[in-house]
């Protein structure tokens, strides 16, 4: 069996793990990143695209922020649309914070070019990866890598492998708590080649369903509606999507949505996922690993690098000083601000998403929180604060 020693092992070459490993390497901290795909599935998988002010800060603040902030696309707004109202909310005036937009893949491609000139050790098509000793002072990882038998031996494990991995798994039922919400919808996203038919996202709540508009740069453009769970994407050929995009985004004062070829389409289903508790002996879960989101708050990737800002401090305190204090509170501080982002995400679902069986009552309840939250100067500041991104923090209050 070929051994690998190191100070950290990571399964997952996502945010979650790239971010992490990067953080580690600035800190003198050496890490092993096991990838199940190969570099350039990861780097090509076409996920969210907008990035927290506090996220775009750290990549910034830590050398992988030059591309971003020559290419990306910085907002100070987002549109809100119901029936025949239109509202902005002015992040800059609400809290004085912006969000950038900058695809999730490109974050990746960022991260990976600086951490392979660091000359990174990332194991790409690792499989079969499984978890031992994780309540050890030496946790192991094993693989295959080539045919070959591999183990990855460290002092501390992180679980940045996503809702569907290994890692997670690796608690003992015992242990872990999970708390689930799936929603009665899922979302239809699409890539085209438009240039961008509004300066700002819109978010639209439409009789017939949600949807928003993004984008990914000044000739792409990035559009969801909310569709049946049960929905396939073969029942949803172009013209379809295009029909219900212009109806649900409407035409408010002339405005018409351009289209484009779709270069891509997909329909992903909608949770909001929580496991408790994020750590259990040297293993740390960080990112999808540990909850997921609906995307309607944008923050699947902002969360998992505000977790593994918290693990990468908490370590790096470990071998400084050998003070552990911060790592065994890793899961309580990523748990505390983690539910506020469950929260919102959930807040932004419901408000603009339309539910089957929804009565008059819940449509016009629906409305009036709508109409509350962009006339109400104090509801207007918790959306734009929550939605450019709550302080990264290693504080438990
Ligand atoms: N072994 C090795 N690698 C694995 C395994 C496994 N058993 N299971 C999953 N992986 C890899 C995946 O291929 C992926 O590259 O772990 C990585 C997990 O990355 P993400 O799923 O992106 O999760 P995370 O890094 O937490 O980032 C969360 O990514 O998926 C989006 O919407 C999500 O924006 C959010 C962000
Ligand atoms: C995206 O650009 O993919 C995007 C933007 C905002 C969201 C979700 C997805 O809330």
């Known amino acids: 069996m070929k051994?690998?020693?190191?100070?950290v092992g990571i399964v997952g070459a996502g945010p979650a793990g790239l971010i992490l490993s990067h953080l580690l390497h600035l800190e003198?901290?050496?890490s092993v990143v096991l990838e199940m795909h190969t570099r350039q599935y990861v780097e090509e998988r076409v996920r969210a695209g907008v990035l927290e002010q506090g996220v775009v800060d750290l990549l910034t603040q830590t050398g992988v922020g030059e591309r971003l902030h020559r290419e990306a696309m910085v907002h100070k707004g987002i549109y809100f649309r119901w029936g025949d109202h239109e509202h902005r909310f002015d992040f800059e005036e609400l809290c004085g914070k912006n969000i950038t937009v900058y695809a999730q893949h490109e974050v990746i491609k960022d991260l990976l070019a600086v951490r392979f000139a660091a000359k990174a050790q990332i194991v790409f098509e690792a499989k079969d990866v499984s978890l031992h000793d994780i309540d050890t002072k030496q946790p192991r990882i094993r693989y295959q890598h080539n045919d070959e038998e591999c183990?990855?031996?460290c002092d501390f494990l992180a679980g940045c492998d996503g809702f569907h991995g290994a890692s997670r798994k690796a608690m003992p039922a015992s242990v872990l708590k999970e708390y689930e919400k799936v929603y009665p919808f899922g979302w239809l996203g699409i890539l085209a080649q438009a240039p961008p038919s509004s300066d700002e996202?819109?978010?639209a709540n439409h009789e017939q369903g949600f949807s928003l508009l993004s984008m990914r740069s000044p000739e792409v453009q990035r559009l969801y509606i909310q569709v049946d769970p049960e929905d396939d994407i073969s029942q949803w050929p172009d013209a379809r999507i295009w029909e219900q995009m212009h109806l649900r985004l409407g035409s408010p004062n002339g405005w018409r949505l351009t289209e484009g070829a779709i270069i891509q389409k997909n329909i992903a289903p909608m949770r909001s996922f929580v496991a408790e508790p994020m750590q259990f002996g040297r293993m740390f879960l960080a990112g999808d690993a540990a909850h997921i989101v609906p995307a309607t708050g944008a923050k699947g990737l902002n969360?998992?690098?505000?977790?593994?800002y918290v693990l990468m401090h908490g370590i790096t305190r470990f071998y400084k000083s050998g003070d552990e204090s911060l790592l065994q509170r890793y899961s309580n501080i990523c748990l505390r601000r983690g539910?506020?982002?469950q929260n919102f995400s959930w807040w932004m679902t419901h408000m603009l998403h339309r539910f089957r069986g929804e009565s008059p009552y819940d449509v016009k309840r629906q409305w009036a929180e709508l109409d509350f939250v962009t006339s109400s100067r104090g509801a207007a500041t918790a959306l734009a604060e929550n939605y450019t991104g709550l302080p990264l923090t290693i504080e438990e209050a």
């Not at 051994?3 to 100070?7: A, L």
């Open 339 to 341: 539910w506020k982002v």
């Open 3 to 7: 051994t690998i020693r190191t100070q």
């Open 303 to 308: 969360l998992a690098a505000a977790d593994v």
């Open 28 to 30: 003198g901290i050496e």
């Open 201 to 203: 996202l819109i978010y």
């Open 151 to 153: 183990e990855v031996v």
